[in-house]
């Protein structure tokens, strides 16, 4: 787990936890279920190595909570 | 995408008052990209509004804007654009608020063709007042003043906007919002009084009542029973009903309003200096 | 302006406005067509975009409320003209012209009603409407022309008086007056005083749209001059943002009326005559005063003490005027074509000190100086 999260960066997929209104689009709409729900219905990060990048999470979610970095080279 | 809305959006106003899982969010997001494309001048660029949950929108949105009274968003946006043309003018509405009390006004300002882009968040519903249907509700769904379905027939918002003489039409969804920033930006681009649809979800008080499911369903929904013009080409109208055509519906060319009330200055100041001599 | 204008013209009262209008600087018009009031709509298409300026007709009389107050925004001085039913339809945006600030002038002339009523004919029904029309508390600006050269120059003041409070105001005429023609001579452009709003002394980093100065009047930006900002109907804070503060709320509401009622001696204005000695005065405005005017002369021919006052701004209502009055008037008779609405202010004003009687006609027919005359000698 810590060894994909590096590899990825840690703020590679940003969750903006106060803006979050837990509408759980991000996680129905995410490919590879990269996201989940938490205890608080909030959204977060359970399969960071996962994401492609797609950006579907982020353009999808109305509430501008979640942002995806640029990958380094 | 956070560069754009530190760019144009007032964050000190976020997080937005719109209920988990509604698409205005998503259609605001699809519009700040659209105008960081078109490269407009926040100083030069006005945002209008009428009232309702989408009409909210302006309020976020680090520009001139103008939050109107319920319907009259195109009657205060036609003024503002003919006192000033080289401002660049969107007019954001809802259903009711753009086809029920602003029926008059947005059916004027297509005929006109004012250089000026409307776009209409499109959930079905009234929102705000907790869900009565409007002009864009289909038949036979459930509202709060529709407790037994609704009889009335709705409005299809992009006839109704070609037949009143809008020169571009586009409709996307909030799940197509790669589109939907594309079509809003060709509907900036185009000369004259461009209307783009979004179809946006009301899981609170419409999905809810009508068994749509949360607004992650109801997004999905969206992709379900999209077709794009290309494939609507080749169905038939049996296989259209219940499905959201998308893309660009329509476009003209016509003359543009302020263009021609400059012709107007014109006549008038030859005329005027002729009387004189 | 060329020489024409100088000269003495027969002029109507709605031409008289129009170029009013054109001399205060009104550069847009947005209108719907109305009885009586039409023959601004007229000039001002023809002579609007002489000067640069821009006319639109539109849909209905709401979208020209609308569209004036959009116009404003973005730096034009503008103005619209209606009647009756029309003024009605204008009820909505004129609250939004008042809450969000916005110089604009709504021309109203008055005709019979309620409804469609006599639309030829005229009235002076919307008195109260002129006040109360829209929702909520809210202050109002009200001028009322009695002559066609009055019609000009208090076309002129509206103008100044919206530009200068950020308020819209009603220029409350009658079919009488708008219809009227007479002798004027129009002053020449640079003896017209034409007052223009303020404008920031900050930079846009430092402007609240809605932050007051002294006078209780915030400086105003217009669209597309750097300064971004939210104009809303909401109750707004400083910055123009939407606020359901309670404390919010009031300040603005109170803020509002301030600004007008702080000034009431720049914005109060009254013709009086042989008041001074008045044990009867007559209350008459609009196309009254002229017929109130007449039977005043006679009266005094008559050798009865009889004065006028003829309220120039009717909102605010000139309290004052009427107040010191009282103090040796034994009886006012107010003379107006509605069934009394100015009669109940004076009576307010007047608090029983004197009688307080109505000279009142609601059959599309102007109030003839007999019957004021036979009013003036009932009692008295």
């Given at each position: 787990m810590n060894k994909a999260l590096s590899s990825l960066g840690p703020s590679d997929i940003s969750i903006k936890s106060k803006w979050?209104?837990?509408?759980r689009i991000c996680v129905a709409i995410c490919p590879k279920k990269v996201l989940a729900m938490d205890a608080q219905h909030k959204a977060t990060v359970v399969n960071p190595e996962a994401c492609n990048r797609c950006r579907m999470c982020e353009t999808h979610c109305p509430d501008f909570a979640i942002e995806i970095g640029v990958k380094e080279t | 995408m956070q560069e754009h809305l530190e760019t144009y959006l007032r964050m000190e106003r976020l997080p937005h008052i719109w209920c988990p899982g509604c698409g205005n969010g998503i259609v605001l997001g699809s519009l700040v990209k659209a105008i960081h494309e078109l490269g407009y001048d926040q100083d030069k660029t006005v945002i209008v509004s009428g009232i309702g949950c989408s009409s909210r929108a302006a309020g976020y949105m680090d520009f001139n804007t103008l939050h109107t009274t319920h319907g009259r968003a195109l009657a205060f946006a036609t003024g503002v654009k003919l006192a000033k043309p080289e401002l660049k003018v969107f007019v954001l509405m809802g259903d009711g608020d753009a086809t029920a009390i602003g029926g008059n006004h947005f059916i004027h300002a297509a005929r006109r063709n004012m250089d000026m882009t409307a776009i209409i968040f499109n959930n079905n519903i009234y929102g705000m007042t907790g869900g009565q249907y409007s002009p864009l509700t289909p038949e036979d769904r459930r509202a709060t003043t529709a407790p037994?379905?609704?009889?009335e027939r709705n409005f299809d918002l992009a006839e109704l906007a070609k037949a009143a003489g809008a020169t571009y039409v586009a409709r996307s969804t909030t799940y197509h919002n790669s589109l939907l920033t594309r079509l809003m930006v060709a509907a900036a681009r185009h000369k004259g009084f461009s209307v783009v649809e979004a179809i946006t979800?009301?899981?609170?008080?419409?999905g809810r009542r009508n068994k749509l499911g949360d607004g992650a369903d109801m997004l999905l929904a969206q992709k379900e029973n999209a077709v794009t013009v290309k494939q609507a080409e080749s169905m038939g109208k049996d296989e259209l009903a219940g499905k959201i055509v998308i893309g660009e519906l329509y476009q003209a060319e016509a003359p543009e309003y302020t263009e021609l009330y400059q012709q107007i200055i014109q006549r008038a100041q030859a005329r005027a200096s002729k009387g004189c001599n | 302006m060329s020489q024409l204008v100088n000269m003495a013209r027969l002029m109507q009262g709605n031409e008289a406005v129009a170029e009013g209008a054109l001399a205060a600087g009104i550069r847009f018009f947005a209108g719907y067509p109305i009885t009586p009031s039409t023959e601004v709509a007229e000039i001002l298409a023809e002579r609007l975009p002489e000067v640069g300026g821009k006319f639109i007709q539109m849909e209905d009389e709401i979208a020209s409320m609308a569209a004036i107050i959009g116009a404003s925004l973005a730096g034009v001085k503008s103005l619209t003209a209606t009647s009756g039913p029309g003024f009605s339809l204008k009820q909505e945006n004129l609250g939004y012209a008042t809450m969000a600030e916005v110089p604009c002038v709504v021309v109203n002339v008055q005709r019979s009603g309620p409804s469609t009523g006599i639309p030829t004919a005229p009235a002076q029904g919307d008195v109260m409407q002129a006040r109360?029309?829209?929702?909520?508390?809210h202050p109002a600006i009200a001028l009322c022309p009695a002559s066609v050269a009055e019609c000009f120059d208090l076309t002129v003041r509206a103008v100044n008086f919206a530009e200068k409070y950020r308020t819209p105001v009603i220029l409350l005429m009658d079919e009488v007056i708008g219809h009227m023609r007479e002798r004027v001579v129009l002053p020449p452009a640079d003896q017209v005083m034409v007052v223009d709003r303020k404008k920031p002394a900050v930079g846009p980093d430092r402007y609240y749209a809605y932050r007051p100065d002294e006078d209780g009047v915030p400086p105003m930006a217009n669209f597309g001059e750097g300064y971004r900002y939210h104009v809303t109907g909401l109750v707004h804070d400083e910055a123009g943002n939407p606020s359901t503060n309670p404390k919010i709320a009031e300040q603005l509401i109170y803020r509002l009326h301030n600004k007008i009622d702080s000034r009431l001696d720049e914005i109060v204005a009254v013709e009086e005559m042989e008041t001074a000695d008045a044990e009867v005065v007559v209350v008459a405005y609009g196309g009254v005063a002229r017929s109130a005017r007449r039977a005043v002369k006679e009266a005094r021919q008559a050798g009865l003490p009889v004065g006028l006052i003829r309220p120039i701004t009717i909102w605010p209502f000139p309290e004052q005027a009427i107040h010191q009055l009282a103090d040796r008037a034994k009886r006012f008779v107010v003379a107006e074509m509605n069934l009394g609405q100015l009669r109940g202010e004076v009576e307010r004003v007047v608090k029983g000190r004197a009688m307080v009687t109505g000279v009142n006609r609601v059959d599309g027919e102007l109030v003839t100086p007999a019957e004021i005359l036979a009013a003036i000698k009932e009692v008295g």
């Open positions: 979050c209104k837990g509408c | 037994y379905g609704t009889i979800a009301c899981p609170v008080a419409y | 109360w029309g829209t929702h909520g508390d």
